[in-house]
Nanobody, 114 residues
């Protein structure tokens, strides 16, 4: 089993930056591809970015290309997402997820003011 805890959300002005972290428990973190999703109230969770288990492959939804960077440190059991040039439409609760599992964190709120 994997437990995931996100942190790093907050309130930022448009154009600003935030770095999200997702700390994973357990010794199997390095075996999972990992994802970041986001969710608006009343909406389904949307894929934002994914990274392979070794970190050598990444993917992004089009709207964040060139602004967000997903990364991981398997020695620290931690997933990251650097978010630059934030826009009001990036406002959401952000969740980390172990790929193809039902392991999710509790979410961290990101609010971008215009």
């Amino acid at each position: 089993q994997v437990q995931l805890v996100e942190s790093g959300g907050g309130l930022v002005q448009a154009g600003g930056s935030l770095r999200l972290s997702c700390a994973a428990s357990g010794r199997t973190f390095s075996t999972y591809a990992m994802n970041w999703f986001r969710q608006l109230p009343g909406k389904e969770r949307q894929f934002v970015a994914g990274i392979s288990s070794s970190g050598d492959r990444t993917s992004y939804t089009v709207s964040v290309l060139g602004r967000f960077t997903i990364s991981r440190d398997n020695a620290k059991n931690t997933l990251y997402m650097q978010m630059n040039n934030l826009k009001p439409e990036d406002t959401a609760v952000y969740y980390c997820n172990a790929d193809k599992t039902n392991y999710w964190g509790q979410g961290t709120q990101v609010t971008v003011s215009s």
